[in-house]
């Protein structure tokens, strides 16, 4: 079992739609979650983390941790043609060790 | 300010040839990883440095593999005799030193090395 599952995709939604990308881990040891989102050929950029269960928001991005079901969640508001991209849960172990998923690929059409 | 850079951008070599990647992390950070990026595979972990020293070496795939970093900067993964299964894209990473009061686990990426072995 990989320590964090993702759905690949791809995803495809309208613009203004809400986007819900989901991600399971499987160590309760783990500390810290995060999203990147990757461009095509570019590095991973982080978009946003957490270390306790319940909601962050940042504008049109909420980030969502359930510990007792091992579950993060990443919603975007009003999607933007320009949110075109793969998305990337990860987790930290011991303060060192990051565990990616495999990313979620999302084209929102105009 | 600059961020991380990755050298050569693209690579292609033979299969059994010899390969070195580049990494030049942020100035003054002083965690540097290196992952694999293979499609559909998302990153896989391949090595950390701590400074020069690499506590967490479980990542590499074999003994084909190695990395070295000097100076507490430049960082060179080498991989020897390359196979075809080691096209992928390879990222690396730099970060400050995480700690816990300071809560700082940001990574920032480089744009990768896109190694095509023929």
């Known amino acids: 079992q990989k320590e964090v599952e993702q759905d690949p995709g791809p995803l495809s939604v309208p613009e203004g739609a809400i986007v819900s990308l989901n991600c399971t881990y499987s160590n309760s040891a783990f500390q810290y979650f995060m999203w990147y989102r990757q461009y095509s050929r570019k590095g991973p950029e982080l978009l946003m983390y957490?270390?306790?269960?319940g909601n962050k928001e940042d504008g049109r991005f909420t980030a969502q941790v359930d510990k007792s079901s091992k579950y993060i969640s990443l919603f975007i508001r009003d999607s933007q043609p320009s949110d075109s991209a793969t998305y990337l849960c990860a987790t930290l172990y011991n303060f060192n060790k990051f565990y990616f998923g495999s990313g979620t690929k999302l084209n929102v059409k105009p | 300010g600059a961020g991380v850079s990755q050298s050569p951008s693209n690579k292609v070599t033979e299969k059994g040839k010899d390969v070195e990647l580049r990494c030049d992390p942020i100035?003054?950070?002083?965690?540097l990883y290196w992952y694999r990026q293979s499609l559909g595979q998302g990153l896989e972990f391949l090595i950390y440095?701590?400074?020069?020293?690499?506590?967490?070496k479980s990542g590499l795939p074999s003994d084909r593999f190695s990395a070295e970093r000097t100076g507490g900067s430049v960082s060179t993964l080498t991989i020897q005799r390359t196979q075809q299964e080691d096209s992928a894209v390879y990222l690396c990473?730099?970060?400050?030193?995480?700690?816990?009061?300071?809560?700082?686990?940001?990574?920032?990426f480089g744009p990768g090395t896109r190694l095509t072995v023929t």
């Open positions: 957490t270390y306790s269960s």
């Open positions: 990473a730099s970060s400050f030193k995480p700690g816990w009061t300071s809560g700082n686990y940001e990574q920032y």
């Open positions: 440095f701590q400074g020069n020293s690499a506590p967490d």
């Open positions: 100035s003054g950070h002083t965690a």
